[in-house]
Structures are given as C-alpha cells and as structure tokens.
C-alpha cells in the first residue's frame, strides 16, 4: 500500500516523466505480457494526448485524479454516476470552474450563474456553441463520417427548427391531434380490460408517426415501414458512433463498410425516400406543389448540393430522430412519474377538461394548461438528460469576468443536474413535487416566463441562452397533446408494484452521461372509466 500510495504521489508530482516511462515500459515489456503491454500502452497514449495533445487546464481544479494517466480512473466512476461525481465538484468548487474527465479530452464545468450570463455575451467566433456541434458529429454521432461531410459542416435544418417549425405549430395542431388519436388507437387500443404496453416502445411509435405528419405529411406517416427503417437507422447511426469511436480518427473511415446493418438501413431509407422527394420536385416544378412539411421547407432553403435528394432524405432523417428520441424520452420520464404519484391526475384532468371546453383541441387550450406544464417542468428539472449542458468549444483563448482562463479549444459545459437540486434555488429540491411551480404562475408574460420551454440560469434543461435547443416549442406542443389524449382518454397504473396511490417509481440508468428512463417496466393502460 505505501508503494502505491509512493507512485501515486509521483506521478501526480511529474505527469510528464510518469508518461514517459509508462510508455517506455511498454516497450520493455512487449514481448513478455502482451496483456500488460497493451493495457499500459492505452493509458501512456491517452495520457501523452491529454497532456501534449489538449489544452493545458492545470489551473483548472480537478475532481478526483489530477494525473492524465490516473484519471482514466474517474472517466469510469463519471460514466458510471455522471450526475454524482459532477454533484461533488459542484459542491466542492463553489462559484468557480472545474473539470472533469471524459476519455479523449477534460471537459470543464462553469459552476455559476455569472459564468452563464457572460455566456449569452460572448461571440460565437470566441466561444462557439456551433464548434461543439461539429466537434459532437464526427466524433459521437458520426453524422460527418456516416452520412457526408456536409452534415457535419452545414446545420440550415437548425434554422428551419427554429423558425418555421415554431411559427407553423398553431396551424399544423390539427393535422397532430389527427395523427395523435390515429397512433394511439393504433399502439394503446383502448379497452375495457388493463392491459400491459411499454411506454418506451409505444410512445416512441407514437411519437414517430405524429412528426411524420409534420416532415413528410400524409400518407407517409401512415407508412410503417418507412417509419421503422428511419427508426432502425437513427438507431444504427446511435450504436455504430458509439463502436466507432473506440478507434483512433484516422481509422474511423475505414471502419464504416464494416458496419452492415447501417449501411443496408441507409440503402433502404434512400430507395423509401428518394421517390417521395423526386415526386416533390416534380410537383413544384409543374406548380402545382402547395405543402406545408418540413420537406418543403428544407427544398425552399436547401442550396447547391443539398438540394441532393440523397441529402433532403438525410435531413430529414436528423429532425426526425431529434424529435423522435428526446421527446420520447422526456414523456415517458413524465408517465413514469405520473404513475408513481396517481393523486395528481384528478387535477390535471380538471384543468385539461376547462382548457379545452374554452379552446377547443388546439394550441391554445395547451397553452392554459399550467398544472400540467408546472408537472413537465418538475419532471425535467429532477430528470434532466444529461448531467452536463450549454455545451460551448473554445475557437480562442478566452479570459471570464473573474479571471478564470479558458484556453483555445477547450470544451465547456454547465453542470444542470447540480443547479437544479440545489437546495438554495429549490427548497426540498429533491423532492418531487408536480406543481411546484403553479403557484408562481400569474397571467400573461409571468405565465410565459415560468413555462417548461422558458430558460434561467437556473433551470436551463434545453441548454441556456441564444443556443438553447429551438426545438422545444415544437417538443411542447407534441408532448401537452400526447399528454392530454393519454389522460382525458385513459386510466393507467405501473404494472409492478403498484398500490393506491401510484408505486414506487422505476429507476432510471444512464447511458454514458445520458440519463435514460427504465426500458424494461411495463405501465398497465385501460379506457378511462369516468
């Protein structure tokens, strides 16, 4: 034990003479254990690349190991509790910046409200919240490397989120609450008798059908087969990124066409879409094309080669499964928590009833929903999806308000989990509590200011700032519609231990730093008996 504690002490004292004859000891020992070679000659080069190949962040506080090599230590205890290990450092280093490891790199935290204010201040051609979507594509995603190097280079389809989608919602509702009462007849038939569905499953089904309607309208929403083969691609791009980036970057090329079940869904998404495309060009060009999709918004922005059909088919596959997966995640965190906590749900109905009594089925009865808004709110506030948000890249050497140095490319984020169970910003903060935050709800701007979309500096789940997620408006609509016609429509329970009052909630497990909702359990779902 004190020889270790010794070696310890040494290399955290001289990391770089530690790298050095750790990976001359590779060298040494390479003929006689090959296992110990390789295992040492992985931590040498992943130490040599943090501390020769990164920026130097040694100013920066460390939590747990500050050594490059030793740290590998706590890549594995972050992934494996993401939103614990980040908690220590945000209680550790109050109102101050600190790191954490992640296996290529150290990402650095702004513990601070003031750090997110200057934030919102700074040029995006200093610190780059593009930049970290670039550096994400290639590398996780594999949108660059997978689909052509031109999704990881021009992002216009954000632009269309952001602008038509939002602006659009009100007159498209209708088209959703169609699509909505389609798909749910469809994958939780109402009946008299319980029966078990996974959420997971359902509500993604859902979910895909119902933004189908608003990227490629009918009848291709109706289409179960393009919609599974868009599915089962997002889902190979998912996977095949997460294989692919355990080798070296120069590799990664050179691994794709050893990928089959990518590139056959890529194939068959293309020969689904190309037609569906080519017909739209036609129509248009013939002047009689008059649709109101995300299709035809992209074919009106596309320029030169994205007006590629191959492209078009491509882009709509990455709204769609933006779409598709955070909003499915967020609404079953939301079901899950509303099964546990049954005695919510009169309330929520009352309030749903009254709104849509006044306004009909449409975006405004939504809009009046503030119970079941404040529900959302809580639930992504306890459940954010990630332990680490506002994502930022530095393009240059940047220097805070309070003398913290961020040097050229370093990756910075915000420790959201952290923020949102402090108990200074939420008393009893890791208590669930649904309506929390209806009774601040006044009328008009304060009821805006206090919706699940609107963003502060502390609560910022969709990001903070000119760079938060434009996709939330949309998400909103979808999640309150598909929330309302599950609750006016249908009882439900959790199949496993459930008792009067709802049950204990399932555990939730985290994929990498991504919090992800229980895959297995079961919700039991009837028509509702009034």
Same mark, same amino acid.
Not at 104 to 123: A, D, F, H, T
Not at 148 to 166: K, L, V, W
Not at 216 to 224: I, N, Q
């Given at each position: 034990?004190?020889? /270790?504690?010794?070696?310890?002490?040494?290399?955290?004292?001289?990391?770089?003479?530690?790298t050095f004859l750790c990976a001359s000891f590779c060298l040494y020992t390479y003929n006689e254990s090959k296992k110990v070679s390789e295992l040492l000659w992985s931590w040498g080069a992943l130490g040599f690349s943090r501390l020769w190949l990164q920026p130097d962040l040694r100013h920066i506080p460390p939590v747990g190991y500050s050594n490059p090599i030793l740290s590998f230590i706590d890549v594995y205890r972050y992934h494996l509790d993401s939103v614990g290990f980040v908690q220590k450092g945000y209680e550790k &280093?109050?109102?101050?910046? &600190?790191?954490?490891?992640?296996?290529?790199?150290?990402?650095?935290?702004?513990?601070?409200?003031?750090? /997110? $204010? $200057? /934030? %919102?201040? +700074?040029?995006?051609?200093?610190?780059s919240s593009r930049e970290i979507i670039l550096l994400i594509s290639p590398k996780a995603t594999q949108a660059g490397l997978f689909l052509?190097?031109?999704?990881?280079?021009?992002?216009?389809?954000?632009?269309? +989120?952001?602008?038509?989608?939002?602006r659009k919602v009100p007159d498209f509702f209708p088209e959703l609450l169609e699509e909505v009462r389609e798909s749910f007849q469809k994958f939780i038939p109402l009946e008299n008798d319980w029966k078990a569905?996974?959420?997971?499953?359902?509500?993604?089904? +859902?979910?895909?059908?119902?933004?189908?309607?608003?990227?490629?309208?009918?009848?291709?929403?109706?289409?179960? $087969?393009?919609?599974?083969?868009?599915?089962?691609?997002?889902?190979?791009?998912?996977?095949?990124? /997460?294989?692919?980036?355990?080798?070296p970057e120069f590799?990664?090329?050179?691994?794709?066409? &050893?990928?089959?079940?990518?590139? %056959?869904?890529?194939?068959?998404?293309?020969?689904m879409l190309t037609p569906i495309i080519e017909e739209r060009k036609r129509l248009i060009q013939e002047g009689v094309e008059d649709h109101m999709d995300v299709l035809s918004w992209l074919m009106d922005e596309a320029k030169g080669p994205e007006i590629a059909s191959e492209n078009l088919a491509f882009r709509i596959l990455l709204i769609n499964h933006a779409s598709f997966s955070t909003t499915t995640l967020i609404t079953v965190h939301i079901l899950y928590h509303m099964a546990s906590e049954l005695h919510y749900l009169p309330s929520l109905r009352q309030e749903m009833e009254e709104a849509i009594a006044e306004e009909g089925w449409t975006k405004n009865a939504m809009d009046k929903m503030h119970k079941l808004d404040s529900f959302i709110k809580e639930t992504m506030r306890m459940r954010p999806i990630s332990a680490g948000l506002v994502g930022h890249k530095a393009v240059q050497d940047y220097t805070f308000s309070d003398g913290t140095f961020i040097p050229k490319n370093t990756v910075l984020v915000a420790p959201v989990a952290a923020v949102q169970y402090d108990e200074a910003n939420y008393p009893n903060a890791h208590e669930f509590q649904g309506f929390r935050f209806v009774d601040q709800k006044g009328d008009g701007d304060e009821s805006s200011r206090r919706s699940f979309v609107s963003l502060t500096s502390d609560y910022f789940p969709f990001g903070?700032?000119?760079?938060?997620?434009?996709? %939330? &408006?949309?998400?909103?609509?979808?999640?309150k519609l598909v929330l309302t016609h599950l609750l006016i429509n249908y009882d439900f329970m959790l199949e496993k231990g459930a008792t009067a009052g709802g049950g204990k909630r399932p555990n939730d497990f985290f994929v990498g730093v991504v919090r992800i909702p229980n895959q297995q359990a079961r919700l039991l779902f009837r028509k509702r008996q009034v």
């Open positions: 034990m004190a020889i /270790l504690e010794l070696i310890t002490q040494t290399i955290d004292s001289h990391p770089i003479l530690a &280093f109050k109102n101050q910046a &600190f790191k954490v490891p992640a296996p290529r790199r150290w990402v650095v935290y702004l513990n601070g409200s003031k750090y /997110l $204010e $200057e /934030l %919102r201040k +700074i040029p995006e051609d200093v610190l052509g190097p031109n999704f990881a280079q021009n992002h216009y389809h954000m632009d269309i +989120i952001r602008h038509q989608m939002t569905h996974n959420p997971n499953k359902a509500i993604l089904n +859902i979910i895909a059908q119902s933004m189908t309607r608003v990227s490629l309208g009918m009848p291709h929403c109706r289409d179960d $087969e393009l919609i599974g083969t868009g599915l089962a691609l997002s889902s190979h791009l998912h996977f095949s990124s /997460l294989f692919v980036a355990a080798f590799l990664q090329p050179y691994i794709v066409p &050893f990928l089959p079940g990518l590139l %056959r869904n890529k194939r068959k998404w293309l020969k903070h700032g000119n760079h938060a997620c434009p996709g %939330r &408006f949309f998400a909103a609509s979808s999640m």
